[in-house]
């Protein structure tokens, strides 16, 4: 098929390439997604009287067709389509002839694009979320599992209070709902349609955008024609940047087994089969997935830098500067899904060695639960402090399961609150599956042959 912009010249072939790059490539992902907002396009399109009732019939049809070829891998894009957008018109119109060249009408290749890309964030919003949780539920059994093993606390690395594994897995399962009740937060924004809004301006068909949003499952229609446009990379920033709070969460952790695992702590080990070897040293077990967490995280935030670099000066209006959004958005998702997922797998099959735990519960570990059990008994902060502090060789070891028991302050080893994060953990799940299930069947009204969520 000629380009959608299609004029009386052929375009260099230098210029193709530049133009084009990976687009057609990246628009693999997005095809599903353009099939759902392309269909709400024929629907809105008959409702006005573009679009005959047979004719949006026949467009629907051929959009079902693609999803089946493209569940196959049987839907190609070339780099002579430059994306899917092209793609997917071309094979309408060669299948069912003039309803294909109408089915464009009064959309641009603009909204088009930002139909499919918020129908695809939405997704996104939804699966890395459900991800994530696979991490916290992870989490949340490990400390079941340990709930009264106790384990230093360290502040600036160095033995500081008593401390619990279950406490340590918490504080990163509760970072870890808190950023996806975040992400969630985000859908709220991302559920807007900008379908009709053309290239920034409208059209002069009366389209009904209330009717095509409400056909898409979109919550509302993103008003402001000009906003609908101006906030496509602004969008995608939201949310890298919160992709980019979950992996800064996981890197922490990573960092925090890589210590624990090293032979000189030995508090935990990690399966063989999530370690890689040396070519060199044939003993070597190497924890390749940790550290590449570590990295991972510094790729997914330079893909929300590389969209905001983009957009910080671009002027009202549609511009071409937009297409090179798309690739770290894509980049970004799937980063952060593979590396949640990876980090859940590490946490469930994690060997918890309770003996090394409680040998590095050492005496200096209790100094400052001498000094509260000095002013319980009536001294004063300060002096009992100091008192501590100038005779530590003093300071004694306690049974330290025991002294887990002391604590009881909400959120503390005593009083961990593993019940709450049990509840939220199951309400922010029953959230994702709720929205889930109705994406599928608005899904399945529009193109039937898309069965499931669409990434």
Sequence with gaps: ????????????????????????????????????????????????????????????????????????????????????????????????????????????????????????????CLKLSAATLSSVSALVNLAEENENVPMPGRTHMQIAMPSSVALWALSFAEELLEETEMLLDLYRVLDQSPLGSAASYGVTLPLDREYTASLMGFRKVQNNVLYANNSRGKFEAF????????????????????????????????????????????????????????????????????????????????????QDTK????????????????????????????????????????????????????GNFRDSYRNVGLNLEDVEAEDPVASLGKRTSIGTTGNLGLGKDKTWLKELNERINTESERLCGIYRALVPSISEVIL
């Excluded at 957008?85 to 309803?99: D, M, Q, S, W, Y």
């Excluded at 790729?299 to 500067?321: E, F, H, Q, T």
């Design 327 to 378: 690739e770290p958005l894509l980049e970004g998702f799937r980063t952060t899904e593979e590396l949640v997922l990876i980090m859940a797998e590490m946490i469930e099959k994690l060997e918890v060695h309770v003996p090394a735990l409680k040998k590095a519960c050492v005496p200096e570990l209790y100094a400052t639960d001498r000094v509260m059990e000095k002013v319980l008994s009536g």
């Design 239 to 322: 949310f890298l940047d919160h992709a980019e709070y979950i992996a800064l969460t996981l890197s922490k952790l990573a960092q925090d087994l890589m210590i624990f695992t090293l032979p000189e702590f030995g508090y935990f080990s990690l399966p063989r089969e999530l370690c890689t070897g040396s070519s060199i040293m044939p003993q070597k077990k190497n924890p390749d997935g940790l550290e590449l967490a570590r990295s991972r995280t510094a790729l997914i935030g330079s893909c929300s830098m590389r969209v905001k670099s983009i957009i910080k000066a671009l002027p009202s209006g549609y511009n071409r500067d937009f």
């Design 1 to 124: 098929m000629a380009k959608l912009w299609q004029k009386n010249y052929t375009l260099d072939s230098m210029m193709e390439h530049f133009t084009v790059r990976k687009d057609y490539i990246n628009d693999e992902e997005l095809v599903l997604s353009d099939l759902v907002g392309s269909a709400a396009q024929a629907k809105g399109l008959e409702r006005i009287g573009i679009l005959t009732h047979e004719e949006a019939s026949s467009l629907l049809h051929g959009l079902d067709e693609i999803a089946k070829l493209r569940r196959s891998d049987s839907f190609p894009i070339t780099v002579a389509d430059e994306d899917c957008h092209t793609a997917i018109e071309g094979f309408l119109t060669e299948r069912i002839g003039e309803a294909g060249k109408k089915i464009h009408t009064g959309r641009s290749r603009n909204d088009q694009v930002q139909t499919a890309l918020r129908i695809y964030m939405r997704e996104a």
